[in-house]
């Protein structure tokens, strides 16, 4: 249920549904030097050092095989939570100043430097706090998903190339049942996004935007159709959904008899977009794999629209993505442990973080072959988002 994936404490640390609490961060104990070679990604985790003190963010340079050697200056003293990278820029919500999204400066060996802040409350919308950011595909404007007090709603900002100062474009309603922190993905043609959520089968919605060309995302009524349930569920109702890099979407999908959930297991079904942005599913009970993932945190699709990665709260398990067909089973769990949050890079490897561990998780995933990545995992207690810069 996506109101308890992600818990804004005002006034206090950002944190995962675990628990609003701060906890001090350790160094790695089993750290490996990368092999020579070029980078070929950067990776940043926010986690929480406790005592009082600001939250660190955790900045790492992965080689061709995955392992991971810290930037020089990590970790960087600066209390962020939600991020988002373009190639150039990290942005990020200050955890001081949840109204707040601030932007650093990626360096050349992968260092940040702190350029500016800007508060998410603009002449036009009102924001209590911000969470989820994401770019589009060409990381010139940045969204931030927003709650005014009442209902949730994404802002748009443009993007200065050279100086990173975000310029308010406007924003939408998203009409999700506020509380709601489900992540935002546009498909391959960088106008339609969407994201879905189903708040304990009682507010369930796929939510459709539309980018102008000015880069304002807008709301828009996108219609869609339901998989058909097995004997004994009335619905499915949709949970989490990614984009491929074409026009298609993989929805997550919990059983339903409305008011409430019904007994079954969270399933994968596979939505197509028309080129009016609304969706089709010809997905059945019959044909789409159950997950052992019964409470989903997070779904993210490899760069290639391959393999499709879901976590939660018991672990992560990875799926054959086949674009308009049925998604296929792939892998057991990975891992037992919960994972709250995840990325891949574009040389086949997925980086997942653990708060429940302390860990971050590096693993070189491939159509045909998966294993861990060398010095895997890398302990990171408090660790609450990840972000990831492919460089390749």
Known sequence: MASFRFIVCLGSAFTTAVACAQVQSQPNSNSQTAQSGSPVAYVYVAAGTGNGNPNSVFGYSAASNG???????????????????????LMAVDSSNTTNIDTFKIGTNGALTYVTSTPCAQTGNSCVYAF?????????DLYAMEYDGSNDETASYSVNESSGVLNYLGNTITGA?????????????NVYAYSADQS???????????????????SINTQYNWPTPPPGVRAYYPDLTVADPTNNLAVLEQPANPPGCASGPVQIAVYTVDANGNLNTNSTYKDMPATKIQNPYDMK???????????????LQVFHFNG??????????????PISQMFWDNSNHLYAI???????????????????????????????????????
Request: with cysteine; net charge neutral.
């Open 200 to 218: 304990a089968c009682m507010y369930p919605g796929i939510y459709g935007f539309q980018r102008e060309s000015s880069g304002l995302l807008n």
């Open 301 to 315: 699709m490899s760069p290639s629209g391959q393999l499709l990665a879901v976590a939660g709260q018991e672990g």
């Open 177 to 189: 049942f506020p509380g709601d922190y489900t992540s935002t993905f546009f498909i391959g043609d």
């Open 67 to 89: 392992a991971l050697t810290p930037i020089s200056g990590s970790p960087f003293s600066d209390n962020v939570h939600s991020m988002a990278v373009n190639g150039k820029f």
């Open 324 to 337: 308009a067909n049925p998604v296929t089973h792939y892998t057991a769990l990975l891992t037992k442990i």
């Open 354 to 392: 653990s708060y429940t561990a302390g860990e971050l998780l590096v693993f070189t995933i491939t159509p045909t072959t998966h294993r861990k990545a060398p010095g895997s995992p890398y302990a990171i207690v408090g660790a609450q988002n990840i972000i990831v810069q492919p460089l390749k």
């Open 132 to 140: 989820n950011l994401f770019f589009d595909h060409n990381g010139s």
